[in-house]
Nanobody, 116 residues
């Protein structure tokens, strides 16, 4: 069955860094666009970053440029989100997403809290 398992979240001080990972199974990872979304309490889920199948194209929400970097390793079926210079407003549950044609898969989410 399809699984997306996120890891790497936690508590970090403002200005700090975290690296999120999402490991996929149950589908052909290299043929899917991969994205990271986030949802803060009381807010709608928003797109943070997305990367093409081969990794040659990446797009970011204006709020995270140039602090965040999305990347992928198709040999490990894993997508990453490197988050630097974190701000309290980055606090949210971060979700991994895989999309292709009419297929759309989600992970369970990992909490990121930025606080002193």
């Amino acid at each position: 069955q399809v699984q997306l398992v996120e890891s790497g979240g936690g508590l970090v001080q403002p200005g700090g860094s975290l690296r999120l990972s999402c490991t996929a199974s149950g589908f052909t990872f290299s043929t899917y666009w991969m994205s990271w979304y986030r949802q803060a309490p009381g807010k709608e889920r928003e797109l943070v970053a997305t990367i093409s199948q081969g990794g040659g194209t990446a797009n970011y929400a204006d709020s995270v440029k140039p602090r965040f970097t999305i990347s992928r390793d198709n040999t490990k079926n894993t997508v990453y989100l490197q988050m630097n210079s974190l701000k309290p407003e980055d606090t949210a549950v971060y979700y991994c997403n895989a999309k292709r044609d009419y297929s759309n898969y989600w992970g369970q989410g990992t909490q990121v809290t930025v606080s002193s």
